[in-house]
């Protein structure tokens, strides 16, 4: 061996050894080695009084990593250390360079934006130190969220039951319980409107009196107007407008999870693992390729060679007229560290690769080709038409439109719903008459709870975390039982953020005591001090002293006057010892249990557990009867009454098969 190159993932690792010559190895750490340790003072791994100095120590199960690592590294020549090109990933490195006892003086990082055979020759070319400044924003970040996470969760642990707290997580938990308030003190008020259907296609909504906007408060003002329409409507104006609309910006993370939640039904945490996917390297017919480039990034910048190949591909394919001009808007906190996320390759057509794909990640893929594409084409051109209608000085109004030209759209127009409305041919003073004119009673509505994709725009809005953090931010909180991620109806499809009871308590706790640290902006000033670290614009250990200088006593106080919530009694005695049973929440939701423990270990599940259906048929396999069976997603299938020795299951039609059978398919 005489070059080793160490990089965080095992595909990633599989990848790269193919790119490169006999005189490589290339191995995998298998994302971080270390973390702090949990021993110390407080179990923190951080000395506090002497300049927040971190004890780290290699995670238990990478221990035979590290030692397998060592040994390579004795045997190589030179170490590359590999990882991705980020705050984390710098970090990695560090740690590897501290533990394999590598020189960081040495140009021995190396970093690439896409796992391509060029990238990565191009980064071995241009090797360069550990990146100090980035390692120490890692650091302090992971110091704050230890220090908060590790105290603020053992003071709720103890006085409200809750199982924790973090200085990300509990923002996002506070604006979907804020929602829920604003939700609960909405006040609807009432209002109508008028609408008029003239001849067979025109249906005309009432929008001034006297050249001034109308608002119609109740049924009588709406009787009155009704009463005081003729029959004629005469169309008084007709306006034209071109309309342009621009492409839209190729994908950052946080567009990414949003998009891909609202156009193709994924969830965050299910988006980042199908990207990751593309981005590690996927067996293609002329051999392994990473798909796309790095999918953790907030700037919306391209490369030139990127826009170049985009921009031939544009005029060949469809013409000079749909080559638009190349656009970058990145928002003020952004570190534009990376591009934005786009195909490695245009010529790797979403169709032609199809075969190599799994159905999410062809799916996935071909939005981010697409959108990518579409960022560089030309815009989309619309003829507006508005007719004004006039009746005893009410304006009715009508609109319509229609594509004139496509641009962009001729390849995007599979992820956007507009569509044309064609209105008859008419001239001023033309008169129709009304088929029908209808009063309608509305009421305003309140706003609407928090989606997935909302969510991560409003913490991207509010500079609250970052890209990479969003789908772990999510799933945090919805693990800990503080929030549902569910439909608001049996007939909706669209899944909201609901506060639990737990959720409600430990955001009102938080708010109670920790208003000045728990709370948007200085979360988000936070994130700026980071990134300041990052550019060795500011003092690590200066932003802890300042923050723990205001954090810590307002834990010292929240012990002092935090009252210890006592659970619920249920009016019933304990079959063992006699105690109150209480209700307590556990890892599967509510339970009851005796107030008595861990003296008296006593309890019973407040969820019944649904009983399998018998179908009065016999299993094909066994002979055993079939059931009716819920799965653990919430869909049911037939299985055999004798699993787990016979795992014969059936697919009930338009439910989804367990996924994890081991009947094999019929070839």
Known sequence: MKNLVIVESPSKSKTIEKYLGKDFTVTSSKGHICDLATK??????????NGFKPTYEISEDKKSVVKQLKQQVKNADFVYLATDPDREGEAISWHLARELGLDLDENNRIVFNEITKNAVMNALKEPRTIDMALVRSQETRRILDRIIGFKLSKLLQRKIGSKSAGRVQSIALRMICDREKEINAFVPEEYWTITAKLGNSLDCELAKYRNKKIEIKNEAQADAILNALG????????????????????FITSTLQQEASIKLGFGSKKTMMIAQTLYEGVELKNGAQGLITYMRTDSTRLSNEFIASAMDKIENEYGKQYKGFYRVKNDEGSQDAHEAIRPTSLNNDPESIKPYLTNDQYRLYKFIYIRSLASLMSDAVFSGVTYSFENNEYLFTVS????EFDGFLKVYSEYDKSKDVILPKLSVNDVLQAKKIEKLQHFTEAPARYTEAKLIKALEEEGVGRPSTYATIIDT??????????KASDSGKTKFFFPTEQGTITDEKLREYFQSVINVKYTARMESELDEIA???LDNTEALNKFYAEFQPLVESAYDSMEKLQPEKTGEICPECGGDIVIRNGKFGKFKSCINYPTCKWHESLTKKEVPEETGRTCPECGKPLLKRKSRYGTYFIGCSGYPKCKYIEAIEGQEKNRYSTKKKKS
């Open 40 to 49: 110390g003072k407080e179990g923190l791994g951080v000395d506090i009084e």
């Open 231 to 250: 029959e004629d409507f005469t169309l008084s104006d007709i306006s034209e407008k071109k309309k342009k609309r621009s492409a839209f910006l190729p």
């Open 400 to 403: 319509g439109s229609k594509m």
């Open 477 to 486: 909180i919805v693990k800990r039982n503080y929030v549902e991620l569910k």
């Open 535 to 537: 550019e060795n614009k």
